[in-house]
């Protein structure tokens, strides 16, 4: 599980997120950004979206979970390097194929992702 200060919970930052449409996809997965200017709280905050087209509740939550980790670890090993002064809020949307992917694949998938989805928001 995300640390409380790590996740987007409410509607309004989903939104916020989802509006801004600096995004990027893969054939698992599609991942939103958002940058905002940091000061102070955490450098980082994340929020996934399962759908019923990915499965049921278990696969749904199995998803969730396997998202929940990658995310996690790209962050603490900073694989995934944010711009200076800035934090970011990103939305994890879930495909139907996530559920099948081999853990290697959702990984580079959220991985390459992220990045291209990053550099879009750098972008002037």
């Not at 409380?4 to 995004?23: C, E, I, K």
């Not at 809020?89 to 099948?100: E, F, K, N, S, W």
């Not at 992917?101 to 998938?109: I, M, P």
């Amino acid at each position: 599980m995300l640390p409380a200060p790590h996740r987007l919970t409410s509607a309004q930052d989903f939104s916020a997120v989802m509006g801004r449409r600096l995004r990027a996809g893969s054939a698992t997965v599609v991942v939103n950004v958002r940058l905002v200017s940091h000061s102070t709280g955490p450098r980082w905050r994340c929020g996934f979206i399962v759908s019923k087209a990915v499965g049921n509740a278990v696969v749904r939550h199995r998803t969730t979970r396997r998202l929940r980790h990658i995310v996690a670890d790209l962050m603490r090993s900073r694989a995934v390097e944010l711009p200076e002064g800035f934090a970011a809020d990103m939305v994890i949307r879930a495909l139907p194929q996530a559920p099948a992917a081999d853990h290697t694949v959702l990984y580079a998938d959220v991985e390459s992702s992220l990045r291209r989805a990053l550099a879009k928001a750098v972008r002037p």
